[in-house]
């Protein structure tokens, strides 16, 4: 079975500072890791993807995350949190290959950034 | 563009109504999605439609039942809820169902 943890409900960090929100998974075989952003009362938002290749992924609004699969985790980051980055973050991981075909997420953080 | 939309923005029903939730993409996708999702909790899988033909079912209460008109179109029809379906019912679809998932604004549903 696949599974991902993210251990910190709630992330604060101040404007200008960097944030780091956590994400370690499970999944046999090699896993598809995704970051997914939250703003209340709206769906899901598209953040970044790693499937193979270059361990630092760059996706939208400046959010990187680094996979590392030896500590089986996919952390995302950001040099400089702005305010508006304040969320629900979602980490989710699929298996490349198997019977596990569907997305499994994470309990999610809720992100403060605070002016 | 990667854009799924989705109506109503908001419903309100009653424990003895029938509703429909609409999602529509035209991206080409040919893998749709229901999730349902409670406050602050991660989105829950219900269904996944692959070409158009239903391929999980997770174990979903019959007064939940969907339908794929076509690969546009995706429908969840709603009968006799219990105030506990109250959620955000959110749409996604995918190229394939290997690939990115991308989430419509969901419909925020409230059961009386």
């Known amino acids: 079975a696949q599974s991902v943890a993210q251990p910190e409900d709630q992330v604060n960090v101040a404007e200008g500072n960097p944030l780091t929100v956590k994400c370690t998974y499970s999944?046999?075989?090699?896993?598809?890791l995704f970051w997914y952003v939250q703003y209340p009362n709206r769906g899901l938002q598209f953040l970044l993807k790693?499937?193979?290749?270059?361990?630092l992924v760059k996706g939208s609004y400046g959010f990187e995350a680094e996979f590392n699969k030896s500590q089986t985790s996919f952390h995302l980051k950001k040099p400089s949190a702005l305010v508006s980055d304040s969320a629900l973050y979602f980490c989710?991981?699929?298996?490349?290959?198997?019977?596990?075909?569907?997305?499994?997420f994470g309990s999610g953080t809720q992100l403060t950034v605070l002016p | 563009d990667t854009e799924v939309t989705q109506t109503p923005k908001h419903l309100v029903m009653g424990m003895t109504n029938k509703k429909s939730l609409k999602c529509e993409q035209h991206?080409?996708?040919?893998?749709m999605y229901w999730y349902k999702q409670k406050a602050k909790k991660p989105p829950e899988l219900m269904f996944v439609?692959?070409?158009?033909?239903?391929?999980i079912n997770e174990s979903v209460p019959s007064r939940f039942s969907p339908e794929c008109p076509n690969s546009s179109l995706l429908n969840l029809h709603l009968h006799a809820l219990q105030p506990e379906d109250s959620a955000l019912y959110l749409c996604?679809?995918?190229?394939?169902?290997?690939?990115?998932?991308?989430f419509g604004p969901g419909t925020r549903l409230l059961v009386l």
């Open positions: 996604a679809s995918s190229q394939g169902n290997r690939e990115t998932q991308y």
């Open positions: 999944v046999s075989g090699n896993p598809y």
């Open positions: 790693y499937i193979t290749g270059d361990n």
């Open positions: 989710a991981v699929r298996a490349l290959s198997g019977s596990a075909r569907q997305l499994t």
């Open positions: 991206m080409g996708h040919r893998a």
């Open positions: 439609y692959s070409y158009e033909k239903l391929s």
